[in-house]
């Protein structure tokens, strides 16, 4: 499984436009690339998933440049129900196929 | 759809006691289950793979005869914690993937969390 690197925390304000950026250099072709969000003291939640260029679904945005290196989960318009911890995720799921968690991205929205 | 639930939600019990977690998935027939825990203001940390009607595979370091899973069905699997010490107080959460989802999309579903306080 490609290892990943994101940023530990983040911070920004209400109705700002988020973007957490994910390093996987390792990626392999057949991998995708999966983010999830986690609010305390619940199990994590899926937001996103993609392959490659852009995915945009009634929660978020995820852009990935052609090199599939890193990808970006753009928020929009955030609000303070948008603090949580977000895990960018890649890896060739299968069926059966476990997942293994980095550290995430604490991301915390002010008023 | 795709909901899983746990029980308890949150248990409190005494060092040297066993404590039973259970994991369903309600409205899916999961292929397989995973199991995680999470400490405080860390991340998940995968413990063991659950597949209907076989045995768990568990990850490095985790004690499989401290840990005990049993997934007797499609829809729930069971963690029990064995003679539970203070250092097993933690936050346990299970998921499922869906069987008949694409092999090329496999979200797993997480259930709410069960938090184990040993005292």
């Known amino acids: 499984l490609a290892k990943t690197t994101q940023p530990i925390s983040m911070d920004s304000y209400e109705g700002q436009e988020v973007n957490i950026t994910c390093s996987h250099n390792?990626?392999?072709?057949?991998?995708?690339i999966t983010w999830y969000q986690q609010f305390p003291s619940q199990g994590p939640r899926f937001i996103i998933q993609?392959?490659?260029t852009k995915v945009t679904n009634e929660v978020a945005s995820l852009f990935i440049p052609a090199d599939r290196k890193s990808s970006t989960l753009s928020l929009p318009r955030v609000s303070l129900s948008d603090t949580a911890v977000y895990y960018c995720?890649?890896?060739?799921?299968?069926?059966?196929?476990?997942?293994?968690f980095g550290s995430g991205t604490r991301l915390s929205i002010r008023p | 759809g795709a909901v899983v639930s746990q029980h308890p939600s949150w248990v409190i019990c005494k060092s040297g006691t066993s404590v039973k977690i259970e994991c369903r998935s309600l409205?899916?027939?999961?292929?397989?289950m995973f199991w995680y825990r999470q400490f405080p203001k860390q991340s998940l940390m995968l413990m063991a793979t659950?597949?209907?009607?076989?045995?768990?595979?568990?990850e490095q370091g985790v004690e499989k005869d401290k840990f005990l899973i049993n997934h007797a069905s499609l829809t729930l699997s069971t963690l029990t914690v064995t003679s539970a010490h203070p250092e097993d107080s933690s936050f346990y959460i299970c998921?499922?993937?869906?069987?008949?989802?694409?092999?090329?999309?496999?979200?797993?579903?997480f259930g709410p969390g069960t938090r184990l306080t040993v005292l």
């Open positions: 998921s499922a993937t869906r069987q008949g989802d694409p092999l090329s999309y496999n979200e797993q579903f």
């Open positions: 390792n990626i392999a072709t057949n991998d995708y």
């Open positions: 993609g392959y490659k």
């Open positions: 995720l890649v890896g060739h799921y299968s069926s059966a196929s476990k997942i293994i």
């Open positions: 409205d899916f027939q999961a292929t397989t």
């Open positions: 659950s597949n209907e009607g076989s045995k768990a595979t568990y």
